[in-house]
């Protein structure tokens, strides 16, 4: 009977290393759930982040004005966003 390798990992550099790229993931992730608040301030509560696929960041908006209004700051936002990672990985808020 031969057993399936579920893994493609062949030793604990090779783990760690993928670990070491979720974890990076993970922390921009909890960082940038405690900056939104911090950083929008009142506007925060019309905008919800819902999730994150590459550098995109999907936000729900509760109304039409604060759907224009994050239209209109978008630019501002990601650079003021940005500022708080080491590298700058948020390319673009798109509203769903």
């Not at 390798?5 to 909890?30: A, D, Q, V």
Request: aromatic fraction near 10%; include cysteine.
């Amino acid at each position: 009977m031969k057993i399936k390798r579920e893994f493609n990992w062949h030793n604990s550099s090779e783990l760690t290393k993928n670990y070491c790229r979720l974890n990076l993931k993970l922390n921009y992730l909890i960082l940038l759930e405690n900056l939104w608040p911090l950083i929008l301030k009142n506007r925060a509560k019309f905008w919800e982040l819902d999730s994150v696929k590459g550098g995109t960041v999907f936000v729900k908006v509760k109304s039409s004005p604060a759907r224009h209004e994050l239209l209109l700051k978008e630019k501002e936002i990601i650079k003021e966003l940005n500022k708080k990672f080491e590298k700058p990985w948020i390319k673009k808020i798109s509203i769903i």
